[in-house]
């Protein structure tokens, strides 16, 4: 059975499209920009895509996946545990499937499940992360609306509801909105450009 999450843990969740995603993603990285934060989705290409994506924001970000060399992925990983050592921000962007002992890293600020664990028991794991050794921490899940069951598994498991997080500047959103979409599109063409 998993372990649920200490009370140094604040967890919130945000329902929103699911093409929206990527936008709030950013949104919650720039408004905690000084923090570090590990990121967790379900493929690759939505880590490397969401990389890109807050690359453009000037968000230090770096990719892990299970499909990465390995030279690469333990490159990033040391660069990451620099990063927290010198209390820079950074993003770790990790697959569900990388092994979790990569991931041990003692002073994570923050936590965002950028899909929700579709296995509730994964849930305690991701986002307790963020409070280790007594530290406080922040957990944020993003549901979209195929999600919406796993969340209320996710409340049942740690019996307790998830409060919304707040958002205060929807005219931040639409700015990054714009900025989400127009890196989607080069991407997208950059990748057919490939392709053919």
Do not use: W
């Amino acid at each position: 059975m998993a372990t649920v999450p200490r009370e140094e843990l604040t967890q919130e969740y945000r329902f929103l499209p699911a093409d929206c995603k990527d936008c709030y993603l950013n949104y919650i990285l720039t408004v905690n920009h000084r923090n570090t934060a590990m990121v967790f989705v379900r493929t690759s290409e939505t880590a490397h895509m969401l990389a890109l994506i807050l690359d453009k924001s000037g968000i230090n970000t770096y990719p892990i996946t299970s499909d990465m060399r390995e030279r690469r992925r333990l490159a990033y990983l040391r660069l990451f545990k620099t990063l927290i050592k010198y209390g820079s921000g950074a993003v770790l962007i990790c697959t569900d499937d990388v092994e979790s002992g990569e991931l041990d890293f003692p002073s994570v600020d923050m936590v965002v499940n950028y899909d929700i664990p579709s296995n509730s028991q994964n849930y305690p794991h991701s986002v307790g992360r963020a409070a280790q050794a007594g530290r406080c921490g922040l957990a944020i899940s993003l549901a979209n609306q195929c999600e919406v069951e796993n969340n209320i598994k996710i409340e049942k498991l740690i019996g307790k509801g998830i409060p919304e997080f707040p958002f205060y500047k929807e005219e931040d959103l639409l700015v990054l909105l714009e900025l989400s979409t127009k890196t989607k599109r080069l991407v997208a063409s950059a990748m057919f450009d490939r392709l053919n």
